[in-house]
């Protein structure tokens, strides 16, 4: 069905396009935002919400569409599996959709209160605070770990949530070369003053499909009396004998002393956590405004999330499966000859360089039926533009050839 139309007439329209009824004339104060959309289309940095209908699977319809989807993190196939939906459904009834309060008010329910013991229980330690999201986490725990006296080591390819949690904890920020074990020594070698020092990392890296070399970091943290904070987005569910990801896949829970992670890809589902020791999450409580100051998420989608750890207990042949499949898939578009940096996992960028050389190349694919989207600045850096496509177990092996032979074709 890949490249068949799924419904008649498309639905989105870019929102900045001439004609489109969305665009009205701006008022004088925000005539600037103008000139900014110009600048970015110049630099071929525009975007457009594309729209989905249906669920995401194997093949998803966009914008009218229906392709073989390489563009979720859906890594597992949970987040159309009606396994979840039952879940999230029964939690609606019994508690209703809304939480109703931020969890320290009375928003905090028993779903909630559950999810936290199933990652806990995944994880291996001893407690875990729920967020509304990934992004809301990494912000919030750093902001609360480290202040304007402190000092934080930071993985130039981090996330942006890494990033603006850096940010807005006010501490003195350095930023390592990516996985570089000399680069973090020399970082934290400026920072022996500094009240607290701490390390933050994603395990698996989205962009770049790479992993961090905890064993090594761990050390180094130690030497340096730092704290050890990573953000395992995209490996839990994936890695891992139980799929606890990628400090469980490298026994390393010793030396790492905040763990996030998200609900929101392997598991299908949404939200955010962060894991550790329990009088860690206890001050996390006290500290850590997103969580304080916002609604807790719905119980229906806590509900959703503690069932997809429940699947991932009983279902892991489905990581096996895929992390088998993506050595693969990398290993035969390295043989032919594609730039694949030093992806190792479930996601792999095929590096473009300019931003119309990422997009002309999405486009090839999708005319051919595939949709593995292009990924711009400020996503990754200028120059690094790349096609990111994001393995799901509900790929086969007739799915991957596929797109390997599209990309031998069109990817060079
Ligand atoms: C590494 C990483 N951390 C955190 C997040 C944010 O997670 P969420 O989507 O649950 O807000 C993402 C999302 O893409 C991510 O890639």
């Known amino acids: 069905m890949a490249g068949m139309p799924c419904r008649i007439e498309s639905t989105s329209v870019p929102p900045s396009e001439p004609g489109s009824p969305a665009t009205s004339p701006l ?33 998803v319809c966009l914008d009218g569409r229906t392709l073989l989807n390489f563009g979720s993190n859906d890594y597992l196939g949970y987040a159309g599996d009606v396994r979840l939906t039952k879940a999230a459904s029964k939690a609606s009834c019994a ?15 028993a779903a909630h209160a559950a999810l936290e013991r199933a990652i806990a229980s995944l994880l291996a330690v001893e407690a875990a605070l729920v967020f509304p999201s990934g992004f809301a986490a990494n912000t919030a725990t750093i902001a609360a770990l480290v202040g304007p006296a402190d000092f934080i080591a930071s993985d130039e390819r981090n996330h942006a949530s890494i990033i603006d949690g850096c940010r807005l904890s006010r501490a003195r920020i350095g ?9 973090l020594e020399a970082v934290l070698s400026m920072a022996h003053e500094a009240r607290r020092r701490l390390v933050v990392t994603d395990t698996l890296f989205s962009m770049d499909g790479t992993i961090a070399p905890l064993a090594a970091l761990c050390d180094i943290a130690r ?13 839990t ?22 763990r996030v992670g998200t609900l929101s890809k392997a598991l299908g589902a949404a939200g955010g956590f962060v894991a550790g020791n329990a009088r860690l999450i206890h001050w996390l409580r006290h500290a850590a405004r997103a969580w304080i100051f916002s609604t807790a998420h719905p119980p229906g989608v806590a509900a959703a999330a503690t069932r997809a750890i429940g699947l991932v207990g009983e279902e892991p042949r489905r990581r096996t499966e895929l992390r088998g499949r993506a050595a693969e898939f990398a290993g035969r578009l390295r043989t032919a000859g594609l730039d694949i940096g030093a ?11 300019a931003p119309s050389a990422a997009v002309a190349l999405a486009e090839r694919l999708a005319a051919e039926g595939f949709f ?41």
């Open 237 to 258: 569910g994936v890695f891992g004998r139980r799929g606890g990801g990628l400090v469980e896949e490298t026994n390393t829970a010793d030396g790492v002393h905040v």
């Open 372 to 412: 593995v989207p292009a990924i711009r600045p400020p996503s990754v850096p200028r120059g690094g533009s790349l096609v990111r496509a994001s393995l799901s177990w509900l790929h086969d092996d007739k799915d991957l050839d596929r797109l390997a032979a599209a990309l031998a074709t069109h990817g060079r």
């Open 343 to 353: 992806a190792e996992a479930q996601i792999v960028p095929i590096i473009a360089g």
């Open 223 to 235: 030497r340096h009396d730092a704290m050890l904070f990573v953000d395992e987005a995209h490996a």
């Open 27 to 59: 008022p004088e104060c925000l005539a600037w935002i103008e000139g900014e959309i110009d600048a970015l289309r110049a630099a071929g940095l525009e975007r457009g919400a594309r729209v989905r209908e249906g669920r995401q699977g194997g093949e």
């Open 175 to 183: 930023i390592y070369r990516h996985r570089d074990l000399g680069s």
């Open 95 to 109: 508690e209703g959709f809304g939480a109703g309060a931020s969890p320290l008010v009375s928003g905090h329910s």
